[in-house]
């Protein structure tokens, strides 16, 4: 059973324009949710989070959307950058547990 | 800090072996993941520890797999027989509990290879 669920295993985009990579989940025990961003040869960084409680958090071009009706959760970046290019991890989390539930990630290329 | 310290980077080993993966988490943090990612299921909990004590295993795959956290600041996953089927990247990652909405950070893998 996927709690966490990234349908979209790539995205491309143009410098400069906006990457909207998205993310589906079915635990509602998740107290919050963070993205994570994976280049090659190395460990996934953490990129934002939110809690549960807000519809939405922003941290300079990245902003995250929550939708706890729908279940659903987007990372937006704007404008887009070429060192944005990554595979992009969406998580739920849960504060009783501290474990994390990982999506299967989407690859973002932004083409020069 | 060095953050999270996995050794070896890299490991080629033959069907059958025994493998071990180390960690070294994040110090003054008291919860530890180990992780394993796959092509097909990204990231993939294998089990995770709060105060050395392994409080979840569900996600270990089976009985060739086990993980020990002997203190604080070590903690092994160890795969024996290895099959080619376990090659996959392995990573661990540490975090604070206590805290709400707590990150965890991560090592820079393992890159497992079985042969």
């Known amino acids: 059973d996927q709690q966490v669920k990234q349908n979209s295993p790539s995205l491309s985009v143009q410098e400069g324009r906006i990457s909207i990579l998205n993310c589906d989940y079915t635990?509602?025990?998740?107290?919050?949710f963070l993205w994570y961003k994976k280049y090659p040869a190395e460990g996934p960084t953490f990129l934002i989070s939110?809690?549960?409680?807000?519809d939405k958090n922003e941290d300079g071009r990245f902003t995250v959307f929550l939708n706890k009706s729908a279940k659903h959760l987007s990372l937006h970046i704007v404008p887009s950058q070429p060192g944005d290019s990554a595979v992009y991890f969406c998580?739920?989390?849960?504060?009783?547990?501290?474990?994390?539930?990982f999506g299967s990630g989407t690859r973002l290329l932004v083409r020069p | 800090d060095a953050g999270v310290i996995q050794s070896p980077r890299h490991e080629v080993t033959e069907m059958g072996q025994e493998v071990t993966l180390r960690c070294k988490p994040i110090?003054?943090?008291?919860?530890l993941f180990w992780y394993r990612q796959t092509m097909m299921r990204g990231l993939e909990l294998l089990i995770y520890?709060?105060?050395?004590?392994?409080?979840?295993d569900s996600g270990m795959p089976e009985d060739r797999f086990s993980a020990k956290m002997p203190n604080a600041s070590f903690s092994t996953l160890k795969i024996q027989p290895s099959e080619p089927r376990d090659s996959a990247v392995y990573f661990c990652?540490?975090?604070?509990?206590?805290?709400?909405?707590?990150?965890?950070?991560f090592g820079q893998g393992t890159r497992l290879t079985v042969v």
């Open positions: 990652a540490s975090s604070f509990m206590g805290a709400l909405n707590t990150e965890a950070f």
């Open positions: 110090s003054g943090h008291n919860s």
């Open positions: 520890f709060n105060n050395n004590v392994p409080i979840d």
């Open positions: 998580a739920g989390g849960m504060d009783s547990s501290y474990k994390l539930i």
């Open positions: 939110i809690s549960s409680i807000k």
């Open positions: 635990n509602s025990m998740f107290d919050y």
